[in-house]
């Protein structure tokens, strides 16, 4: 029985029987493969290459990331020529950016440890006048650099300066649980039924803190206790004695992130080395 091609059956078992020639043209114009793929790359290379606009502006050390998106919807941002208000836009290599006329570029990454002494406040700047520690390094760097987290005006100890987003935000996300080690004098013998409240989990203004380990300081009378935390908290090593009935004379935060005072005096700054870089940038 010869078989229909017109028929259902036919017209499968013709496709069956048909060979995947490349010279069949049907076939070649018919093949989503060619224009799909074609794309897709396209696609591709536009989202995984380059740096987002406002990204770019911020490593210039124009401002920060959020500023510079009122920035590019205001119109201020140029590339290669071209007006650009979109957020999202990627800049290439070989782009040419200009903010407000100026060609800017990324700046080199710098990372400046300062042992701050009492009375700077870490801010940019103050409309009080006050003294903060961005007067102690303004000779570290030509780069824009800002500090990592936060030491109240009467807290001693190490700061990290940098330019450095995504290590800024890594050192101070709670998630990452960045080690934090507090040398604090106290108003008195803290009592050994105090230091044991201490021990773990305590309720500070309506929320938990962990306090990863707190002791007697070797050597010193029981006013020196040293506290070790990963918490962020406002003036939270403060609050914590004073949950307790203590006030803090003396704050000096002697180990941050696993860098130390060392060799370095109060006052003082100096870059970090590849080593500690290197083993910051593999913080999970």
């Known amino acids: 029985m010869k078989s229909n091609k017109n028929s259902s059956r036919g017209r499968q078992e013709g496709k069956r029987n048909t060979p995947l020639s490349r010279k ?54 140029e590339v290669n020529g071209k007006l650009v208000t979109e957020m999202g836009y990627k800049v290439q290599p070989t782009d040419v950016v200009r903010f407000d006329g100026t060609s800017i570029s990324p700046e080199q990454k710098k990372y400046i440890l300062l042992n701050k002494p009492k009375n700077y406040i870490t801010t940019m700047d103050d409309d009080r006048g006050r003294k903060t520690v ?10 824009r650099i800002y500090p990592v987290g936060r030491l109240d005006r009467n807290t001693t100890g190490l700061l990290l300066f940098t330019n450095d987003g995504d290590l800024a935000k890594k050192l101070t996300h709670p998630k990452h649980n960045v080690r934090k080690l507090y040398h604090a004098s106290l108003d008195r013998k803290l009592d050994l039924k105090d230091l044991e409240k201490l ?7 309506g929320r938990k803190v962990f306090i990863d380990a707190v002791s007697y300081v070797d050597g010193q009378p029981k006013t020196e206790i040293g506290i070790e935390i990963h918490s962020g908290r406002n003036r939270i090593v403060r609050k914590i004695f004073e949950h307790v009935g203590y006030k803090v004379n003396k704050l000096d935060r002697v180990i941050f992130a696993e860098l130390t005072k060392k060799n370095l005096p109060r006052g003082r700054w100096r870059e970090l080395t590849n080593l500690e870089l290197a083993n910051l940038q593999k913080m999970q």
Do not use: W
């Open 24 to 77: 069949s043209k049907p076939l070649a114009r018919k093949s989503p493969k060619k224009t799909f793929t074609k794309i897709k790359e396209t696609q591709k290379s536009d989202e995984s290459s380059g740096i987002r606009l406002n990204k770019y502006i911020a490593n210039s050390g124009v401002c920060s990331r959020r500023e510079a998106d009122t920035y590019i919807e205001h119109g201020s941002v």
């Open 134 to 143: 961005m007067e102690l390094v303004a000779n570290a760097s030509k780069e």
């Open 199 to 205: 021990r773990g989990e305590v309720i500070i203004e």
